[in-house]
């Protein structure tokens, strides 16, 4: 009799259990565990989003060896498109079945400095799959103010692959260096994913772009981004050629994020009255250097965290119109992320890394 189940009903549970990527301790790659678990439960001001594509950052990284604040399980994952699948009865501004990107910050939206447009201020401020569980699964649920429709022309792996590159690099160059029609750019580690941005926005600017990476392949790909003139890292002294390259001059600008392996050479790098902006410290955060040098040649050092909501919509507004391009290296299906991790890691990759549910 087929319609008899073997067990009392009520031990059986009906809760939708979807695919997710989680670590319950820090450690390396090998503790990314392949889970089911229940769906997230959509609040009447959230979007559920049907995750398409997620893209890793070295944040993802950084999270899993361990970070203060993160809890335990977690789930990663900063850069996420998808397809909407159910909004909240307060949700407005987008429907079920639109494809979208999601903003991958977490603010409060209602202190002062959200209110000004400095989420990035925020005392509540983190990056999503940092302080909160991330798009490393089928389903998320997040505030609507974080959830942007795409154009059919931007693909769900290219639409992951913008996010949190393209912001971070237009808030370092736009917003907090200020950069010129015409300057002198110097983008450090060209193969990564803000390396990427900062190249094309640089070049939206028509700016003189010399980048660096550390092999010939990445060097030629840099190129085809519009980099005027490349420097292998390995092979030369960043600093002697850039300036050789620029006639003795040195950069208006330093784009920084390696930290502690390239110090030295951005700071040799800067003309008199440079800046150099930093977002990371990706071979580490010690670094040091002669105060003379920061007042003799009157430079300045400017840090630069994610970006604002404003950075976002903007910079979203030239890749969608199709003057910045993503930069997609390769996909890795959910179940393999320890794989895409080990690959990450390996620095192997031009552009972005991202994973498929
Ligand atoms: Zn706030």
Not at 8 to 23: Q, T, W
Not at 196 to 225: S, Y
Not at 312 to 321: I, K, S, T, W, Y
Request: proline letters at 5%; charged letters at 20%; one cysteine or more.
């Amino acid at each position: 009799m087929a319609d008899v189940l073997p067990f009392p009903v009520s031990s059986i549970s009906y809760e939708a259990r979807m695919k997710a990527i989680l670590f319950q301790e820090f450690g390396g790659p090998e503790v990314l565990l392949y889970r089911d678990i229940p769906d997230p439960k959509l609040r009447n001001d959230q979007v559920l989003l049907r995750v398409k594509s997620c893209a890793l950052n070295h944040l993802d990284v950084w999270v899993r060896k361990g970070l203060p604040g993160v809890n335990l399980p977690h789930i990663n994952g900063s850069d996420v498109a998808g397809v909407v699948e159910e909004v909240g009865e307060y949700v407005t501004a987008v429907k079920a079945g639109q494809r979208v990107l999601l903003a991958p910050m977490v603010f409060c939206n209602h202190c002062s400095w959200c209110t000004s447009g400095q989420q990035n201020f925020c005392r509540e401020f983190t990056v999503l799959g940092n302080g909160v569980d991330g798009g490393n699964c089928e389903l998320i649920a997040v505030p609507e103010v974080n959830v942007i429709p795409i154009p059919d022309t931007l693909s769900f792996d290219e639409a992951a692959s913008v996010p949190l590159v393209f912001l971070t690099a237009w808030h370092m160059l736009v917003s907090r260096a200020q950069i010129k029609q015409g300057q002198w750019v110097l983008v450090l580690g060209a193969g990564s994913g803000v390396g990427t941005a900062a190249i094309q926005i640089a070049k939206l600017f028509h700016a003189n772009v010399i980048a660096t990476a550390g092999d010939d392949a990445k060097l030629a790909k840099a190129r085809e981004l519009g980099a005027d003139h490349t420097i292998h890292h390995y092979d030369a002294k960043i600093g002697d050629e850039v300036r050789r390259t620029t006639n003795k001059r040195g950069v208006d600008i330093v784009f920084e994020h390696v930290g502690k392996a390239t110090w030295a050479e951005s700071i040799r790098s800067l003309r008199p009255g440079g800046t150099l902006v930093t977002c990371g410290a990706t071979t580490g955060p010690d670094v040091s250097f002669d105060l003379r040098q920061l007042f003799a040649k009157q430079l300045s050092f400017l840090g630069s965290y994610m970006g604002t909501m404003g950075d976002l919509h903007e910079v979203l507004g030239h890749v969608f119109a199709g003057r910045l391009k993503p930069v997609v290296d390769r996909a890795f299906p959910l179940s393999e992320t320890a794989e895409a991790h080990r690959y990450l890691e390996s620095s192997k990759m031009f552009g972005k890394v991202v994973l498929n549910p």
